[in-house]
C-alpha cells in the first residue's frame, strides 16, 4: 500500500494524499498560474521542494537558519480587541496596548494603527482621535509603524455613499453612467487617503499600508495609485506598502489606466512595477486560495505566480499570506501546519521579500 | 492569532527580540531587496547577517546600543529615544523622532 501524507484542503480539512496525488496537484496547480499569467513553470527541484516541505513530518516547520525575513501585517492590532469580523479575539484592551503586545510580547517586525472599521473613510470623522492615537503609540515603540485601511472605494457609492451605485446603473446598461460614476468616486477617495495620511504623518507615523487595493475593482486600483503618487510626492521618505485584494484586477470600469497601463486583468507580477513607478517601497502579491482544491494545488500555484511577481517586481515584495491567498486555507482558524508550510515555500522557493 | 503568529515564528526576524525592525527599515526607506537589507544592517551593526535573526547576539548588543530591547529594562532607551539611537545607527531620518526634535525649544 502506498505511503499517505496528511495535507489541507484549501478550506483547512484535513486529507491523506500519496506522492503521485500531491506531485500531480503541485504540477497542475503550476500550470494553471503559469496559463493565466503566461508566466514560466517552476523547476523540477522546486516542484521536488515543495513536496518536500508539504510532507515534513513535524507539526511546524520553519525557514532554514539565516532565511528569516521580516513580517508586515494588515489589521494588525485590532486582531486583539477587535471583534469576529475583524478575525479579532475580543480581549479588552486599547489599540495601543495590542501594538506593544505586538512589538514586545509576540516579536512583530513592523506594526500598524488601523481603525476598527479599517477603511480610510471612516477614519475622517475621528481623525483628531487617530491622530493623538498615532502620537501616544510613536512615543511607546520601535518598530516601524503605519497607518493601515483598506481604500475600499464602495464606500463611495450609494447607499454608503454620494456617487450612484455603478451595480446599479450597469444592470439599467448606463455603462457610461457607470463609468463616470466610478471616476468621481476614484476621485474623492484619492483626496480622503491623502487627507488622512498628511495628518497622520504629523502625528509621526512612519508611514502608510494600502490594504487590498482594488477591492472595489480597477476605479480603486487608480484611486489608490495616485494617492501613493501624491504621497510620495509631499512625503519623500514616507514608507508605503501597497498590498493587492485578489490575484487578479477586476474590471469594473474596464478602461481605467496608469502610466498608459490599462488596470483591468492584471495579474501581481504586473500590478508590481506600476506600484513601484507610483513610488510604493514595498508590494503585496496576493494570490487567491482555492477551497475546492487541495494544498499541494493552491501552493504550487501561488509559488509559481508569486515567484515570478519577486522577479518582474522593482522594489520588494511581501507576499500576503492571510486567511484565504498566498496558499493559506480559507479559515478563520488556519491550521499552524499549513500555515508554516506556505511560509516556507514563499520564503525558499518564491523568493520573498517579507510576508 | 495563530496566523500571524506562525508567520513569526516560521519565517520572521523577531523584531526587537532581534533585528526585524531595522531591517524592515531599510527595506521600506530605501527600497532594499532582502538581501542588500540584511547586509547593510549587519555591516552598520558589525555582525554577520545571519546573526540579525539571532536573539543570542542581539539581546546584548541591542541594549549596549541603546535600540531598545524585548525585555522591560529600567533607565534603557524605549520608544523615541531608542529611535533616535536607530537613527544615527543606520544613517535614516525617522518621522516620529524629526517631529519630536522640531517641538523641542
Known amino acids: 500500500?502506498?505511503?499517505?501524507?496528511?495535507?489541507?484542503?484549501?478550506?483547512?480539512?484535513?486529507?491523506?494524499?500519496?506522492?503521485?496525488?500531491?506531485m500531480a496537484d503541485l504540477k497542475e496547480g503550476m500550470a494553471d498560474a503559469a496559463d493565466l499569467g503566461s508566466i514560466p513553470d517552476i523547476s523540477a527541484d522546486e516542484l521536488d521542494k515543495l513536496f518536500d516541505i508539504l510532507t515534513m513530518p513535524s507539526r511546524m516547520v520553519g525557514v532554514e537558519l539565516g532565511k528569516e525575513v521580516?513580517?508586515?501585517?494588515?489589521?494588525?492590532?485590532?486582531?486583539i480587541d477587535g471583534d469576529q469580523g475583524n478575525s479579532g479575539v475580543g480581549i479588552p484592551s486599547s489599540r495601543l496596548v495590542g501594538i506593544m503586545m505586538h512589538e514586545?510580547?509576540?516579536?512583530?517586525?513592523?506594526?500598524?494603527?488601523?481603525?476598527?472599521?479599517?477603511?480610510y473613510k471612516p477614519a475622517k470623522p475621528v481623525i483628531a482621535q487617530e491622530m493623538q492615537t498615532m502620537e501616544v503609540v510613536q512615543q511607546n515603540t520601535i518598530v516601524p509603524m503605519f497607518y493601515g485601511a483598506m481604500p475600499n472605494m464602495g464606500l463611495y457609492y450609494t447607499p454608503d455613499g454620494p456617487f450612484e451605485n455603478p451595480g446599479d446603473l450597469m444592470k439599467a446598461f448606463k455603462i457610461e453612467e457607470a463609468r463616470k460614476s466610478m471616476e468621481d468616486s476614484a476621485k474623492h477617495l484619492t483626496r480622503d487617503i491623502v487627507w488622512i495620511m498628511q495628518r497622520m504623518m504629523a502625528s509621526g507615523a512612519d508611514g502608510v499600508n494600502f490594504?487590498?487595493?482594488?477591492?472595489?475593482?480597477?476605479?480603486?486600483?487608480y484611486a489608490s495609485l495616485h494617492a501613493?503618487?501624491?504621497?510620495?510626492?509631499?512625503?519623500?521618505?514616507?514608507?508605503?506598502?501597497?498590498?493587492?485584494?485578489?490575484?487578479?484586477?477586476?474590471?469594473?470600469?474596464?478602461?481605467?489606466?496608469?502610466?498608459?497601463?490599462?488596470?483591468?486583468g492584471l495579474w501581481p507580477h504586473q500590478q508590481a512595477p506600476l506600484a513601484a513607478k507610483a513610488g510604493a517601497n514595498v508590494f503585496g502579491p496576493v494570490v487567491n486560495t482555492n477551497t475546492s482544491k487541495s494544498g499541494a494545488w493552491n501552493l504550487g500555484r501561488a509559488v509559481t505566480f508569486i515567484k515570478q511577481a519577486v522577479k518582474d517586481s522593482p522594489i520588494p515584495c511581501h507576499v500576503n499570506m492571510g486567511m484565504g491567498v498566498g496558499g493559506i486555507p480559507m479559515l478563520?482558524?488556519?491550521?499552524?501546519?499549513?500555515?508554516?508550510?506556505?511560509?516556507?515555500?514563499?520564503?525558499?522557493?518564491?523568493?520573498?521579500?517579507?510576508? | 492569532m495563530g496566523m500571524p503568529i506562525s508567520h513569526i515564528m516560521t519565517s520572521g526576524m523577531s523584531g526587537i527580540r532581534a533585528a526585524g525592525d531595522l531591517v524592515a527599515r531599510m527595506q521600506f526607506s530605501e527600497n532594499m531587496r532582502i538581501a542588500d537589507a540584511k547586509d547593510y544592517v549587519a555591516k552598520k551593526l558589525d555582525v554577520t547577517t545571519d546573526d540579525l535573526s539571532d536573539e543570542y547576539v542581539m539581546r546584548e548588543l541591542r541594549e549596549d546600543l541603546g535600540i531598545g530591547v524585548i525585555t522591560s529594562v529600567a533607565g534603557a532607551p524605549k520608544g523615541i529615544a531608542a529611535k533616535m539611537n536607530i537613527e544615527k545607527l543606520l544613517d535614516i531620518k525617522i518621522n516620529s523622532c524629526e517631529r519630536f526634535r522640531n517641538q523641542l525649544r
Do not use: C, N, W
Open chain 1, 1 to 22: 500500500m502506498a505511503t499517505e501524507y496528511k495535507l489541507r484542503m484549501g478550506d483547512g480539512k484535513r486529507i491523506f494524499m500519496t506522492k503521485e496525488q500531491i
Open chain 1, 70 to 79: 521580516p513580517v508586515t501585517h494588515d489589521i494588525g492590532t485590532l486582531r
Open chain 1, 104 to 119: 514586545r510580547a509576540f516579536g512583530a517586525d513592523t506594526m500598524e494603527l488601523g481603525h476598527i472599521d479599517y477603511s
Open chain 1, 211 to 221: 490594504d487590498t487595493v482594488g477591492a472595489a475593482g480597477d476605479g480603486d486600483m
Open chain 1, 228 to 264: 501613493i503618487e501624491a504621497l510620495r510626492k509631499q512625503y519623500p521618505d514616507i514608507y508605503i506598502e501597497s498590498g493587492m485584494a485578489g490575484e487578479l484586477m477586476l474590471g469594473m470600469h474596464g478602461e481605467m489606466e496608469y502610466d498608459g497601463v490599462t488596470l483591468a
Open chain 1, 332 to 355: 478563520e482558524t488556519p491550521t499552524i501546519d499549513a500555515v508554516s508550510r506556505a511560509s516556507k515555500a514563499m520564503v525558499e522557493i518564491a523568493g520573498v521579500d517579507g510576508i
